[in-house]
């Protein structure tokens, strides 16, 4: 199910690249993978924003880690008054209030919520009430959880939800996945679902794709080798830009084929259901007052007379006129 909300794509499976901390907080590096996310086919690139002593309790070991991968607020307006310039669809996680507060400034086009906080009702609600799309990660969730957010949503009043379905292990392995909860959820939940990829490769997202989802997001950066520089980030399970590029193709193509149900007959279809598709034709010559059977028929292509699939119509009815031997049988041939 896609979407027509307002600075989002209402044919095709979105793709959301998640630069997360891969920058390392350095600005030129952030704006260098938002750039090229963008170039190739990230529909949205999204960052992280937090103010870490709201979010990561300081006995943690990667405390220092995550403070020295911290993007500044000024340089997160910075990247967002670029991104804006440039075309560019910029959005964020936010892991506290406040860091909503700042981000709601910025104008993203959406949120995106963490697997990590989907039962961070309090904030989920916070988001909610700003009134933009809500993208939330399912992972480590159950059904009633998932339940809770939907609900959280309603009550104020914000139908945007999109859910995603995500194992949350970095990597995830496939047999992990579980990528059948992707209809599972779209029958449970009125709203869009879409995948958070955690797998290595594209096989995944490609299944994804397949299925129609409104969304796929995929960690990204533009050289896996910087998880030797930023081993608390994730550089290396992340896609690079020649990936996300295939992976665009992929989502264009998929929704190409997906088409619409109920489905349009295409013009060969149409031609063909008098050219391709059987009538019925006399096998013999039949003397007038015969009752038509399926012996003295025949389904033969192409159709001139009665179609094949009228059979029931006209089997067992007296016939008023002679016909010979391989003439198409009319309507008219049984007085109707």
């Known amino acids: 199910m896609y979407v027509n909300w307002p600075g989002w794509p209402d044919s095709r499976t979105a793709i959301i690249a998640e630069v997360g901390l891969n920058h390392g907080g350095n600005i030129e590096t952030a704006w260098e993978m938002i750039q090229s996310a963008h170039l190739n086919g990230a529909d949205f690139v999204k960052l992280q924003t937090f103010v870490l002593e709201d979010f990561y309790h300081p006995s943690l070991p990667s405390y220092t880690?995550?403070?020295?991968?911290?993007?500044?607020?000024?340089?997160?307006?910075?990247?967002?008054?670029?991104?804006?310039?440039?075309?560019?669809?910029?959005?964020?996680?936010?892991?506290?209030?406040?860091?909503?507060?700042?981000?709601?400034?910025?104008?993203?086009?959406?949120?995106?919520?963490?697997?990590?906080?989907?039962?961070?009702?309090?904030?989920?609600?916070?988001?909610?009430?700003?009134?933009?799309?809500v993208i939330v990660s399912c992972g480590m969730a159950d059904i009633g959880e998932i339940q809770t957010i939907a609900n959280t949503m309603e009550n104020v009043g914000n139908n945007k939800l999109v859910l995603l379905h995500c194992t949350s292990d970095y990597p995830a392995k496939p047999q992990d996945l579980n990528l059948s909860m992707i209809n599972y959820l779209k029958n449970i939940f009125d709203c869009s679902v879409g995948l958070s990829d955690h797998s290595i490769g594209l096989t995944s997202s490609y299944i994804a794709a397949s299925l129609g989802v409104t969304v796929i997001e995929k960690h990204f950066t533009t050289d896996k080798l910087l998880a030797k520089k930023y081993p608390d980030a994730d550089n290396d399970i992340s896609i690079n830009p020649e990936e996300l590029k295939s992976l665009r193709e992929f989502c264009d193509i998929a929704t190409i084929m997906l088409g619409e149900a109920p489905r349009r007959f295409t013009e060969g279809e149409i031609a063909g259901r008098k050219g391709v598709r059987r009538g019925i034709y006399a096998r013999r010559d039949i003397k007038n007052g015969e009752r038509l059977t399926l012996e003295n028929t025949v389904f033969l292509r192409p159709v001139k007379g009665i179609k094949a699939g009228s059979w029931k119509d006209i089997f067992g009815k007296e016939i008023v006129r002679n016909i010979s031997r391989l003439q198409p049988i009319f309507f008219s041939d049984l007085g109707l």
Do not use: C, H, W
């Open 65 to 133: 880690s995550m403070k020295s991968m911290q993007l500044s607020v000024e340089s997160q307006r910075v990247l967002f008054k670029k991104a804006d310039a440039s075309g560019i669809k910029l959005m964020t996680t936010p892991f506290d209030p406040a860091s909503v507060d700042i981000a709601d400034d910025f104008t993203p086009p959406a949120y995106k919520i963490a697997s990590m906080d989907n039962d961070n009702i309090p904030l989920i609600q916070y988001i909610a009430e700003k009134g933009r799309p």
